[in-house]
């Protein structure tokens, strides 16, 4: 029986150094996985690198995966270079508490779900991306924007003062065109045109014609073409149409479909809409310039304070792809 308990104890001591060796090893790195560069001493791994690089061909046409080798050589830069940009983000994220916590990542998950339905993860699959990866991925994104939305969007603020005065250096920006609201009767030949005229200058309803005559698909809506700016129709029958006074009908015009006649049923002069009617939308321009320049200085600053070290040995290597 003493025998038998030594023996028991004699392989939990064995066991026992095994596991600390094991963790030992692994604290001290006696197998390394590969890494392409470190970030302030983060390691960015080759595995991750090799996935990223491979989304990136699958979606190069095949021509040039196989033949452009200085796009290619850009192409892994590149990934290489985002990869360590996102990785400073990270590490910045860390420094200010922020995170992406699992009810936000579900909740996320749940809405882009939604938009597509039943169909999601075989949409996923279709395009050789696995569902643990893609999460993955979301989750980042998702830590980014609110990074971003902390550091820079959330601390710009535009006065009223700010926009108007956007407003009065920017007015070209939003004018808007003439518009007609236009209806037709196109028909192919020109004595069925002639027809058609005479009963209108008899009085006759123009949307009636349209739906009996017309050939256009509009021809179901009474011939409405809805509202239309200059050169949207071809040359003759847009300068027929921009000549033609509200109510009145046009003569026959010829284009390659045949032969049209016009009513033109309302007209909305060329004008610059109030600072009112754009206000917004001049707030949300300044707000995107604003926050590009800004976003621009704030990476720059952090990648300039950040220690980057890429392994040249690993990446003059052939990834595999």
Same mark, same amino acid.
């Given at each position: 029986?003493?025998?038998?308990?030594?023996?028991?104890?004699?392989?939990?001591?064995?066991?026992?150094?095994?596991?600390?060796?094991?963790?030992?090893?692994?604290?001290?790195?006696?197998?390394?996985?590969?890494?392409?560069?470190?970030?302030?001493?983060?390691?960015?791994?080759?595995?991750?690198?090799?996935?990223?690089?491979?989304?990136?061909?699958?979606?190069?046409?095949?021509?040039? =995966?196989?033949?452009?080798? $200085? *796009?290619?050589?850009?192409? @892994? /830069?590149?990934?290489? !270079?985002?990869? %360590?940009?996102?990785? &400073?983000?990270?590490?910045?994220?860390?420094?200010?508490?922020?995170?992406?916590?699992?009810?936000?990542?579900?909740?996320?998950?749940?809405?882009?779900?939604?938009?597509?339905?039943?169909?999601?993860?075989?949409?996923? =699959?279709?395009?050789?991306? $696995? *569902?643990?990866?893609?999460? @993955? /991925?979301?989750?980042? !994104?998702?830590? %980014?924007?609110?990074? &971003?939305?902390?550091?820079?969007?959330?601390?710009?603020?535009?006065?009223?003062?700010?926009?108007?005065?956007?407003?009065?250096?920017?007015?070209?920006?939003?004018?808007?065109?003439?518009?007609?609201?236009?209806?037709?009767?196109?028909?192919?030949?020109?004595?069925?045109?002639?027809?058609?005229?005479?009963?209108?200058?008899?009085?006759?309803?123009?949307?009636?014609?349209?739906?009996?005559?017309?050939?256009?698909?509009?021809?179901?809506?009474?011939?409405?073409?809805?509202?239309?700016?200059?050169?949207?129709?071809?040359?003759?029958?847009?300068?027929?149409?921009?000549?033609?006074?509200?109510?009145?009908?046009?003569?026959?015009?010829?284009?390659?479909?045949?032969?049209?006649?016009?009513?033109?049923?309302?007209?909305?002069?060329?004008?610059?809409?109030?600072?009112?009617?754009?206000?917004?939308?001049?707030?949300?321009?300044?707000?995107?310039?604003?926050?590009?320049?800004?976003?621009?200085?704030?990476?720059?600053?952090?990648?300039?304070?950040?220690?980057?070290?890429?392994?040249?040995?690993?990446?003059?290597?052939?990834?595999?792809?």
């Amino acid at each position: 029986m003493e025998k038998n308990e030594s023996m028991m104890s004699k392989k939990s001591y064995v066991f026992l150094l095994a596991l600390f060796i094991l963790l030992s090893c692994e604290k001290m790195d006696f197998f390394p996985r590969a890494y392409v560069a470190t970030v302030n001493g983060e390691k960015i791994y080759l595995e991750e690198y090799r996935y990223r690089l491979n989304q990136k061909m699958a979606m190069l046409p095949k021509d040039v =995966a196989a033949n452009e080798t $200085r *796009y290619i050589n850009r192409l @892994e /830069e590149e990934v290489l !270079e985002n990869m %360590i940009t996102e990785k &400073i983000m990270q590490q910045r994220a860390r420094e200010l508490n922020i995170s992406v916590n699992n009810s936000e990542l579900e909740n996320k998950i749940s809405e882009i779900k939604k938009d597509y339905g039943d169909n999601f993860v075989y949409l996923l =699959a279709q395009k050789n991306v $696995r *569902y643990d990866h893609w999460k @993955e /991925e979301l989750k980042r !994104e998702l830590l %980014i924007q609110k990074l &971003i939305a902390a550091e820079i969007s959330d601390k710009i603020r535009i006065s009223n003062d700010d926009a108007e005065d956007y407003y009065n250096d920017h007015r070209n920006n939003y004018r808007v065109e003439a518009l007609v609201r236009v209806a037709q009767i196109v028909v192919r030949d020109l004595d069925t045109a002639k027809q058609v005229l005479t009963l209108l200058n008899a009085g006759e309803d123009f949307a009636a014609l349209a739906e009996k005559y017309s050939t256009g698909p509009e021809a179901s809506n009474g011939g409405d073409l809805g509202y239309i700016t200059r050169d949207v129709m071809p040359e003759p029958l847009d300068d027929v149409i921009f000549k033609l006074p509200p109510n009145k009908i046009s003569h026959i015009a010829k284009s390659s479909y045949g032969f049209h006649i016009f009513k033109v049923t309302d007209v909305q002069k060329a004008r610059t809409k109030s600072f009112e009617e754009v206000k917004e939308e001049v707030i949300a321009e300044i707000r995107a310039q604003k926050e590009e320049a800004a976003f621009v200085n704030w990476l720059n600053t952090l990648r300039l304070n950040a220690v980057v070290k890429k392994e040249s040995a690993v990446l003059r290597k052939k990834v595999s792809r």
